[in-house]
């Protein structure tokens, strides 16, 4: 078995099996898939870092969690810069309500800085 299966058998408690369930990919898999071809874009140790606390956050039962707010705040809004880059680039994704998101994106995004 290789590396990346096993890693998906451990991420998804045993039950990673495409060759008898359809698999959702891991969010850093779907990541690299798209900003492979738009490197230096995005800041990917950023977007990891915030991926981890998340998982760290959700799937672990922990009396607090604590993080510096600079950083957070930092990994978000390199979070909200990926986002605004696919809508730019994929404008027939969304149609109509793209502009909507945008809007909604660079008002998060002001808060933000």
Not at 45 to 53: G, M
Not at 62 to 80: P, Q, R
Request: proline share 3%; hydrophobic share 35%.
């Amino acid at each position: 078995m290789d590396k990346k299966r096993i890693t998906k058998q451990l991420a998804t408690q045993g039950t990673y099996q495409p060759d008898k369930i359809p698999q959702l990919d891991l969010f850093m898999e779907l990541y690299d898939k798209y900003f492979s071809s738009h490197p230096n874009v995005i800041d990917k140790s950023s977007i990891n870092d915030l991926n981890d606390h998340r998982n760290n956050f959700i799937h672990f039962n922990t009396d607090f969690l604590s993080l510096e707010k600079k950083y957070i705040i930092s990994l978000c809004n390199e979070a909200v810069k990926a986002i605004i880059y696919i809508l730019e680039k994929e404008h027939e994704m969304l149609g109509s309500t793209q502009k909507s998101i945008e809007e909604l994106l660079i008002e998060a995004q002001g808060y933000l800085n």
